[in-house]
């Protein structure tokens, strides 16, 4: 683990083991911004694929990367040529060759998006196919995503929740955006006895509506007219879409677990465009309001900045929000924010390098963060309560 911060001028500083008990300056000057981070009055978090890496199955990951995405698409494609008796590699090659890529290219995210452009603009059969292609990789995309189980245990977002998602009255609730599709935050919260307010409203048959990010959840004692904020309660906006949402015939959108037909923003470069019409123009609007607040402190985890479309408001954010604290916690994020590397996270550099004491870089992966990140609220009765109800369940199955 690694640090980059102006406490150290800018150096990049590794993580040791303590000697005679005393902790080395990179490991206090983590904690330093750790601490610092949730106890800010408005706490932003912005998670990536790098937090859903660490779900496990059987000992297996679940969780797919593009380029996992990409074999399981080509191997689809695969069995789809010896099914009809063509060559293996066929049908990928025609995708390819449709697309108008170069057969060597590997970036699922530059195919998909040169192979929707084409299927835009030709015309007769090859429309047809390139549509079908695209169709039947998308629908594996979904598939893929789709990984969550009551099977699959999540402890690192148990863990990592109660130590950013329980606030005091006193501070403004935590709101988590994330780029993921998965159900992880979802579930973990669930299992956590967390409310999690992601835009639909509490019932059976639930539809988007986001006046629900202004309500709030208070706990009223029999008798007693004073009401209290419950303290595990956090925001949940899905930028990119989430496997459990579906667009209505009546064009709105709905939440229904199992559905075939995810609202998702599939990765392409249109995306760009997508962001910004219903329901995620509505994410984006509360991810740049929340970066101008004042007293605010953004902890993008496992975000690599490839996305423009959210990369580039947090860039503005930091230049034109003096108040405005980020933490960028990611395994590559000291090789990324070098020369030849992601634009956004170098300009980051740079002004650390400069002297901005609002700024710093962790070299480091969602698991190993998480256990330091300090628990500032000390775990209630009720949190202890559920934690003993569900051991014991283990022990009866």
């Known amino acids: 683990m690694k640090i980059k911060s102006s406490q150290n001028s800018g150096q990049w500083l590794e993580m040791k083991p303590p000697v005679d008990n005393n902790p080395d300056p990179a490991s206090m000057d983590v904690r330093r911004v750790l601490s610092s981070a949730v106890r800010s009055q408005n706490l932003i978090v912005l998670t990536g694929l790098g937090t859903s890496l660490c779900v496990t199955k059987n000992g297996?990951?679940?969780?797919?990367?593009?380029?996992?995405?990409?074999?399981?698409?080509?191997?689809?494609?695969?069995?789809?040529?010896?099914?009809?008796?063509?060559a293996v590699g066929t049908l990928w090659?025609?995708?390819?060759?449709?697309?108008?890529?170069?057969?060597?290219?590997?970036?699922?995210?530059?195919?998909?998006?040169?192979?929707?452009?084409?299927?835009?603009?030709?015309?007769?059969?090859?429309?047809?196919?390139?549509?079908?292609?695209?169709?039947?990789?998308?629908?594996?995309?979904?598939d893929q995503v789709n990984f969550m189980d009551e099977s699959i245990d999540l402890p690192v977002h148990e863990a990592f929740l109660r130590r950013v998602a329980r606030r005091s009255s006193r501070r403004a609730r935590t709101k988590v955006f994330t780029t993921?599709?998965?159900?992880?935050?979802?579930?973990?919260?669930?299992?956590?006895?967390?409310?999690?307010?992601?835009?639909?409203?509490?019932?059976?048959?639930?539809?988007?509506?986001?006046?629900?990010?202004s309500y709030d959840v208070v706990r009223r004692s029999a008798g007693e007219e004073k009401s209290d904020f419950i303290e595990n309660l956090f925001h949940l906006h899905k930028i990119h879409g989430s496997v459990d949402w579906e667009l209505t015939p009546s064009n709105q959108i709905?939440?229904?677990p199992g559905t075939e037909k995810p609202l998702l923003i599939y990765?392409?470069?249109?995306?760009?465009?997508?962001?910004?019409?219903?329901?995620?123009?509505?994410?984006?609007?509360?991810?740049?309001?929340?970066?101008?607040?004042?007293?605010?402190?953004?902890?993008?985890?496992?975000f690599g900045f490839n996305d423009k479309h959210i990369a580039e408001p947090i860039l503005a954010a930091i230049k034109g929000n003096l108040s405005l604290?980020?933490?960028?916690?990611?395994?590559?994020?000291?090789?990324?924010?070098?020369?030849?590397?992601?634009?956004?996270?170098?300009?980051?550099?740079?002004l650390i390098d400069n002297g901005d004491a609002r700024l710093a870089l962790i070299a480091t992966t969602f698991?190993?963060?998480?256990?330091?990140?300090?628990?500032?609220?000390?775990?209630?009765?009720?949190?202890?309560?559920?934690?003993?109800?569900?051991?014991?369940?283990?022990l009866n199955a």
Not at 93 to 102: P, W, Y
Not at 118 to 135: E, P
Not at 274 to 289: N, V
Not at 367 to 394: Q, S, W, Y
């Open 267 to 302: 990765p392409r470069s249109s995306k760009y465009e997508m962001a910004f019409s219903q329901p995620y123009i509505e994410m984006m609007g509360a991810l740049q309001a929340s970066l101008r607040a004042p007293n605010t402190t953004l902890v993008a985890i496992g």
């Open 93 to 142: 090659s025609t995708f390819k060759e449709l697309a108008n890529v170069d057969p060597k290219m590997t970036d699922l995210e530059y195919i998909m998006s040169r192979a929707t452009v084409a299927s835009d603009f030709l015309s007769g059969d090859d429309a047809k196919i390139i549509k079908r292609l695209v169709a039947i990789a998308e629908d594996t995309i979904r």
């Open 367 to 394: 698991e190993d963060i998480v256990p330091l990140v300090p628990d500032v609220i000390a775990e209630t009765e009720l949190e202890k309560h559920g934690e003993r109800i569900r051991n014991m369940g283990k």
């Open 254 to 256: 709905a939440k229904r």
């Open 325 to 350: 604290n980020v933490v960028v916690i990611n395994p590559d994020v000291e090789e990324k924010s070098g020369a030849g590397g992601n634009a956004h996270l170098a300009a980051m550099a740079n």
């Open 180 to 213: 993921n599709y998965d159900l992880c935050f979802e579930i973990a919260a669930r299992r956590s006895g967390f409310v999690v307010v992601d835009g639909f409203a509490f019932g059976s048959e639930s539809y988007f509506d986001s006046t629900q990010f």
């Open 60 to 86: 297996q990951r679940v969780a797919p990367t593009m380029g996992s995405l990409l074999d399981k698409i080509k191997a689809l494609f695969d069995a789809m040529d010896q099914v009809d008796g063509s």
